[in-house]
């Protein structure tokens, strides 16, 4: 019942956001400059006009349209298309990135010689630039003749594992000492610690890692799709925004498909955080 | 999972095609739309000739008799659209599976570099525009320019009427837009011939790949393709009329015309597999013939060719495809040697102006000659060899292009 309520609760709180962020966009349209404007020279005040923001219900309204003018298939079926498509190859990335992540934490909350030694380089992987990363995997994948897919899922999973692997190390590594001492005087060796104590009170500080490689792995794969050509949203976002010209509502079109795609995939996060969190103690719940 | 699913449409298409040729049935039944059927009937009789003289000429005479089918793939620049539309008519058609090839078209992507997956040996064949080609063969690819498809650029600077820009000097003052990425260099070399210096008397902007900045006043003249952003800016609604842009809104300089035009879109291979591998050499005529076919194909059935084009999934809508189509083939057709052939001339031009036409950082496109080997006609004359026996118009020396009416965002 409560649980029901707050669902509830939590849906009308989304929707009075999406609300007022529709509004203000609207009220800066209505306010603001047709032809944008300088600040010391810069040209930093967005133009309103209908051709640089385009109305709210026009990105709507454009969902129902056809996707190519002319032809049938509404923009959301090909959005939705798209974005199945994306989504799980997302969700592969959001896994594979887990596993690897989760693999690296273990091993470095292990031996600390380990993290000494790698985790500079699992930081310095994040400041390679995905764009200038996806070619050079997508042509190791045309090497070895895989799916499109798979190397694109590769690209996701490079970038979800670093907020995975950071966390978990950090819930691994701040165990109270008296849960610890505890299991040393059980003659616990330090597998068994790790699956039955570590593990379990790392779950809250690991949680928020996973929230952050659901939406990296979406970005990792949309971007790889718009630097590689492989269809979907990002392919959606990339042909449509071509067409901002004489149709610049299009291109939202997309923007809303990837945004839905981030949110179903933090969904599911939560949804897992909520079935770990259930079987913990009172007091563990903090 | 996606590209099972092309693959498995592109069978279709392919058995479609096949089972249409094989009931010597019209070839435009699955691709209706052609308006004047006395003129579709002539195209249809001209293609079938050509479709079945074209199977005689290939080793063994009919489809049955391809002793082995050889894979090859081809990487485009970008997504599919009516830029390729040779290609894909030739796999549409069945002129490639007469000379008994499996031909894979890989679309491109912002970062794919077909020259480089060429060069990588992740692909057979890629198109590539001569001047882009030649800096990545300086930077040590080891490719050949084998097809000039497109004998003519199609870059252009387009500016609105009242601008009063009509050619490359009265850029001087104004704000003039280019892609930059090594699109930018006839705009260079106009500026430079009109006697202007880039650094001080235009001021240069850099241009996403739409019309969206012309049409915002932030830019006086912007950098188009006759077959695509030019149309662009005809499908997009003038907010002072209500109806759309008309040609006469604007006023256009192409570069080809400036005498600064560099050559485009043109088929490259491995020069050293050409070189050693007979069998590739041989995969390499057949694929330039069988194309050569698609291209005439397309150039006398351009209903038919958007309509191909469009079932291979673009995203463009119909009448930006076939006036895509329609500028292509005048990119292409007439071809004064014939199609494909590499013209000394042009060649020439395109490496001159590479040499000796800095951008703003200075740099030049090469800054050597190219080294022997660049390109050959040796291909194209044994595709047309091939081809000789089929009767197939190899110039188009009457090639008229049609007329296109652009509706509202390319519908």
């Not at chain 2, 050949?144 to 009509?166: E, K, P």
């Not at chain 2, 106009?190 to 019309?211: C, K, Y």
Request: glycine share 8%; charged share 20%; proline share 4%.
């Amino acid at each position: 019942m409560s649980l029901a309520r707050r669902a509830a609760r939590r849906s009308l709180l989304f929707l009075v956001a999406l609300v007022l962020v529709a509004s203000m966009w609207e009220l800066y349209k209505l306010l603001g400059p047709e032809d944008g404007g300088e600040i010391f020279g810069w040209r930093i005040i967005p133009k309103t006009n209908d051709r640089a923001m385009p109305h709210t219900w026009e990105m709507v309204s454009r969902l129902g349209e056809p996707e190519v003018r002319g032809r049938d298939e509404p923009i959301w079926q090909a959005i939705l298309g798209y974005g199945w498509y994306t989504f799980r190859m997302a969700l592969v990335g959001l896994l594979v990135g887990t596993a690897f992540g989760t693999a690296l934490a273990v091993l470095m909350a292990r031996w600390r010689v380990v993290e000494r030694g790698l985790l500079p380089y699992v930081i310095a992987s994040q400041a390679i630039p995905l764009i200038a990363l996806a070619p050079q995997v997508a042509a190791l994948g045309g090497n070895w003749d895989l799916p499109k897919w798979m190397w694109v899922s590769t690209l996701s999973a490079f970038l979800a594992f670093f907020p995975v692997s950071v966390a978990t190390l950090r819930g691994l590594s701040s165990t109270p000492p008296i849960a610890l001492e505890l299991m040393e005087s059980y003659g616990a060796g330090w597998w068994r610690t790790l699956v039955t104590l570590r593990f379990p009170a790392a779950v809250p500080t690991i949680v928020p890692g996973l929230k952050l490689a659901a939406t990296a792995a979406v970005i990792g794969v949309i971007v790889s799709e718009i630097s590689t050509g492989v269809r979907g949203v990002g392919f959606a976002a990339l042909t449509y925004g071509q067409r901002a010209t004489s149709d610049p509502a299009q291109v939202y079109t997309a923007v809303f498909g990837a945004a839905l795609l981030g949110l179903i995939l933090f969904g599911l996060v939560v949804a897992l955080e909520m079935a770990l969190m259930r079987r913990r103690p009172a007091e563990a719940v903090s | 999972m996606i590209s099972r699913r092309t693959r498995a449409l592109t069978a279709g298409v392919v058995a479609l095609a096949l089972v249409a040729a094989a009931c010597g049935d019209d070839d435009d039944s699955s691709t209706d739309d052609t308006t004047a059927p006395t003129t579709a009937a002539a195209d249809d009789d001209m293609s079938e000739d050509a479709d079945e003289a074209a199977a005689d000429a290939a080793a063994g005479g009919s489809d049955a008799a391809c002793e082995t089918v050889d894979s090859v793939s081809l990487q485009l620049q970008w997504f599919t659209q009516a830029q390729f539309a040779g290609y894909y008519a030739a796999q549409d058609q069945g002129f490639y599976e007469d000379f008994c090839l499996d031909v894979d078209i890989v679309e491109g992507g912002v970062e794919i570099v077909p020259q480089t997956q060429l060069a990588n040996g992740d692909v057979d064949f890629a198109l590539a525009w001569v001047p882009k080609a030649l800096a990545s063969r300086e930077a040590g690819a080891d490719i050949i320019d084998i097809a000039q498809i497109y004998q003519r650029a199609g870059t252009l600077q387009v500016a609105f009427a009242d601008a009063g820009i009509s050619n490359p000097a009265d850029f001087e003052g104004q704000t003039i837009g280019n892609w930059g990425f090594g699109n930018e260099y006839e705009l260079f070399a106009a500026i430079g011939r009109a006697g202007l210096d880039p650094a001080s008397d235009v001021e240069l902007i850099g241009q996403q790949f739409d019309m969206v900045a012309l049409l915002e006043g932030e830019i006086d003249a912007a950098q188009a393709m006759t077959y695509n952003e030019y149309a662009q800016v005809l499908e997009a609604v003038n907010p002072d009329t209500g109806e759309l842009y008309q040609p006469e809104d604007f006023t256009v300089i192409s570069y080809e015309d400036e005498g600064v035009g560099m050559l485009q879109d043109a088929i490259w291979a491995d020069a050293e597999k050409l070189a050693n591998d007979d069998a590739y050499r041989d995969q390499a005529v057949r694929f330039v013939a069988a194309s050569m076919l698609g291209w005439t194909y397309c150039r006398d059935n351009v209903d038919s060719c958007r309509d191909i084009v469009v079932a291979q999934g673009s995203t463009l809508g119909a009448s930006h495809q076939l006036w895509q189509m329609n500028e292509v083939n005048k990119l292409i057709w007439p071809a004064p040697e014939g199609i494909g052939y590499i013209d000394q001339t042009a060649w020439d031009q395109t490496v001159a102006i590479s040499l000796e036409t800095p951008n703003l950082e200075g740099a030049t496109v090469l800054t050597e000659e190219p080294s022997d080997g660049a390109f050959t006609n040796e291909i194209v004359e044994e595709a047309w060899a091939l081809l000789a026996e089929t009767g197939v118009d190899l110039f188009g020396a009457d090639y008229e292009p049609i007329e296109v009416t652009l509706n509202e965002g390319g519908e």
